[in-house]
């Protein structure tokens, strides 16, 4: 081997190895200044600027080895899934990323692992429960939703097979 670096890359820990350590942190750029002709100084300048502004958030506990995906919802916030690193845990959390208030949206578990999967979609709009059960007849028979409220779809594979469900977070 000699001096020569050996540069080995592994999808997943060893065995044994400890967890690995995540963090998730969110930088306010301002977008007029970088995308605008500026000189590449102020670009770096408020690079420099942004990155001193991180704001840092920390994982649940219950489920902090991996972070899995992240997906911007409304309001600013972002939708972040977190896995165990027995990978029989997924929890779907939202992140209030100015204030850094988080709420558990989705919580699955399993006895054997949780598939993966890139099935999260944020609807236009939120969709009331009336909706889904053929009751409404009229958009006035539909109570209005609070102001902040969503809807989005997203797969399980609990029953053992991929289904999507609706889910409206008010």
Known sequence: AGDEANYEEHRYPFAGASNPEVSLGYINIDRDIILSSASENACEVAAKCAWSAVKWFEPPEEASEYLARVNWISSGSACVQWQDRRQSTLLL?????????????????????INLH??????????????????????EETAELPE???????????????????????
């Open 118 to 139: 890139h099935m999260f979609k944020l609807l236009s709009r939120p969709i009331h429960p009336n909706e889904c059960l053929g009751d409404v007849h009229d958009e």
């Open 93 to 113: 959390v939202k992140i209030d990323v100015k204030s850094g208030d988080s709420i558990i949206l989705h919580r699955e578990q399993s006895d054997e692992w």
């Open 148 to 170: 902040g409220s969503f809807s989005y779809v997203f797969v399980s594979e609990r029953t053992g097979f991929g289904h999507m469900y609706l889910y409206t977070y008010i």
